[in-house]
């Protein structure tokens, strides 16, 4: 079993930053790879990033490219999401998944977490 708790949320002005981390316990964290998705108010669930069990491979969605960044430490069994340029349309909860591949569905990751709420301000 996986168990994935964010943390790092919060309000924060339009061209700000924050740093989502997710920590996790339960089997052995390297033979995960790992995404951050959110959701909107009445919208569904969306990939932001996702990064391979090395670390060696991310992805991002168009919307956030250049602005995220995913990292992760292994040692510490945690991943990053770090947000700059923040804008009003990325207000979400934010969520971090985990799963043996990567990928961009919600459907294709095995593991969440409880999710992390992100208030962008104009």
């Known amino acids: 079993q996986v168990q994935l708790v964010e943390s790092g949320g919060g309000l924060v002005q339009a061209g700000g930053s924050l740093r989502l981390s997710c920590a996790r316990s339960g089997r052995t964290f390297n033979s995960y790879a790992m995404g951050w998705f959110r959701q909107a108010p009445g919208k569904e669930r969306e990939f932001v990033a996702g990064?391979?069990?090395?670390?060696?491979?991310?992805r991002y969605a168009d919307s956030v490219k250049g602005r995220f960044t995913i990292s992760r430490d292994n040692a510490k069994n945690t991943v990053y999401l770090q947000m700059n340029s923040l804008e009003p349309e990325d207000t979400a909860v934010y969520y971090c998944a985990a799963s043996t591949v990567v990928s961009t569905t919600v459907a294709g990751m095995s593991y969440w977490g409880k999710g992390a709420l992100v208030t962008v301000s104009s």
């Open positions: 990064i391979t069990w090395s670390g060696s491979t991310t």
